[in-house]
């Protein structure tokens, strides 16, 4: 059994917990949170039975794990410490806010021998297995993907309040919040990145909300990625080749996916499979099957994954 404790309050740890619950051997044991009234509500909220901290060390003793779902800002130097500690840390995205602390983090586990892995859920769908060995099959040559949601704090952007994720700090607009997820996906289907073209628009405190973005992979294929906090985009991601185009809504949970033939002319659907409402629940089974046989190969393959996107996304902000 693995104790796990969490660090936010927030949505997605809500849809964690639900998650866990769902996996045999995970224990929820602890909850930190800034404010204790906070973590008192969040845990009648969720129904938690769990030892309530205001204070990192305070946990160290009751968990095996930490799950870490704070502002992206803190990621990094909260990962560490509890590596450190010799505790395993399921992050979510971004891993870091540059690629070499995103090494650093991998270097850190490495040392004290536990695992480290960031919670980007499309690739661990199986979903996504249908999706890339049908990539594989029909050489593609471009693709479009489209990440554009209208973000809840858009009423404080309005009057130029800008916090969470449009501080400049703590979040970094959509730049790491959102283009991460079609850059990290396009990265895992086509490969590492050789040269990138990008524009935004900025807020008035410098942090982007919308991002256009043309990147060439080393085998030559080109990506085109449109992302945007301040808009709801409802146009499909594709995947081009000669004779098929791949199409899915939703980037983060891949639906719909579907191949057109022109041969043919006809869309065949992908996957029928209805699956788990809640996604986390694929990527955090991988989590718990890499520390049960501490498979540390698997580890640094995901982390390379990460770190390439991490790198191209400080290539975009250089190059905006």
Same mark, same amino acid.
């Given at each position: 059994?693995?104790?796990?404790?969490?660090?936010?309050?927030?949505?997605? %740890?809500?849809?964690?917990?639900?998650?866990?619950?769902?996996?045999?051997?995970?224990?929820?044991?602890?909850?930190?949170?800034?404010?204790?009234?906070?973590?008192?509500?969040?845990?009648?909220?969720?129904?938690?039975?769990?030892?309530?901290?205001?204070?990192?060390?305070?946990?160290?003793?009751?968990?095996?794990?930490?799950?870490?779902?704070?502002?992206?800002?803190?990621?990094?130097?909260?990962?560490?410490?509890?590596?450190?500690?010799?505790?395993?840390?399921?992050?979510?995205?971004?891993? %870091?806010?540059? !690629?070499?602390?995103?090494?650093?983090?991998?270097?850190?586990?490495?040392?004290?021998?536990?695992?480290?892995?960031?919670?980007? =859920?499309?690739?661990?769908?199986?979903?996504?297995?249908?999706?890339?060995?049908?990539?594989?099959?029909?050489?593609?040559?471009?693709?479009?993907?489209?990440?554009?949601?209208?973000?809840?704090?858009?009423?404080?952007?309005?009057?130029?309040?800008?916090?969470?994720?449009?501080?400049?700090?703590?979040?970094?607009?959509?730049?790491?919040?959102?283009?991460?997820?079609?850059?990290?996906?396009?990265? !895992?289907?086509?490969?590492?990145?050789?040269?990138?073209?990008?524009?935004?628009?900025?807020?008035?405190?410098?942090?982007?909300?919308?991002?256009?973005?043309?990147?060439?992979?080393?085998?030559?294929?080109?990506?085109?990625?449109?992302?945007? =906090? !301040?808009?709801?985009?409802?146009?499909?991601?594709?995947?081009?080749?000669?004779?098929?185009?791949?199409?899915?809504?939703?980037?983060?949970?891949?639906?719909?996916?579907?191949?057109?033939?022109?041969?043919?002319?006809?869309?065949?659907?992908?996957?029928?499979?209805?699956?788990?409402?809640?996604?986390?629940?694929?990527?955090?089974? =991988?989590?718990?099957?890499?520390?049960?046989?501490?498979?540390?190969?698997?580890?640094?393959?995901?982390?390379?994954?990460?770190?390439? %996107?991490?790198?191209?996304?400080?290539?975009?902000?250089?190059?905006?």
């Amino acid at each position: 059994m693995l104790r796990f404790g969490i660090i936010g309050t927030g949505n997605i %740890a809500t849809e964690f917990i639900d998650a866990a619950r769902q996996i045999k051997d995970i224990e929820l044991s602890c909850l930190y949170s800034r404010s204790m009234e906070k973590a008192k509500i969040f845990s009648l909220k969720n129904n938690l039975q769990v030892r309530m901290t205001t204070t990192f060390e305070d946990m160290l003793d009751h968990i095996d794990a930490i799950y870490i779902a704070s502002p992206n800002g803190l990621h990094y130097q909260q990962a560490k410490y509890f590596l450190q500690q010799q505790k395993h840390v399921f992050l979510e995205k971004p891993l %870091a806010f540059s !690629a070499h602390e995103a090494r650093d983090l991998e270097q850190v586990a490495l040392v004290n021998n536990v695992i480290l892995m960031e919670a980007f =859920k499309p690739i661990h769908l199986p979903e996504y297995e249908v999706l890339s060995e049908n990539v594989n099959k029909i050489k593609p040559f471009i693709a479009s993907f489209h990440w554009n949601k209208y973000s809840s704090r858009m009423k404080e952007v309005l009057i130029d309040e800008y916090h969470s994720v449009f501080d400049e700090n703590l979040g970094k607009g959509s730049l790491y919040d959102a283009l991460i997820y079609p850059m990290e996906l396009a990265i !895992a289907l086509f490969g590492k990145v050789k040269e990138v073209k990008a524009m935004s628009h900025k807020l008035k405190n410098n942090v982007d909300i919308n991002n256009v973005v043309v990147m060439r992979h080393e085998n030559d294929i080109i990506t085109n990625i449109v992302c945007s =906090k !301040a808009a709801t985009g409802i146009s499909k991601s594709e995947i081009l080749s000669y004779d098929y185009t791949i199409t899915f809504d939703h980037l983060t949970m891949l639906s719909n996916l579907a191949i057109y033939d022109r041969f043919q002319d006809q869309t065949t659907q992908l996957f029928t499979e209805e699956g788990n409402k809640n996604k986390i629940v694929y990527e955090l089974k =991988k989590f718990i099957n890499i520390i049960k046989v501490n498979n540390i190969n698997e580890m640094r393959r995901l982390l390379d994954l990460t770190i390439e %996107a991490i790198r191209v996304l400080e290539l975009v902000n250089i190059n905006e």
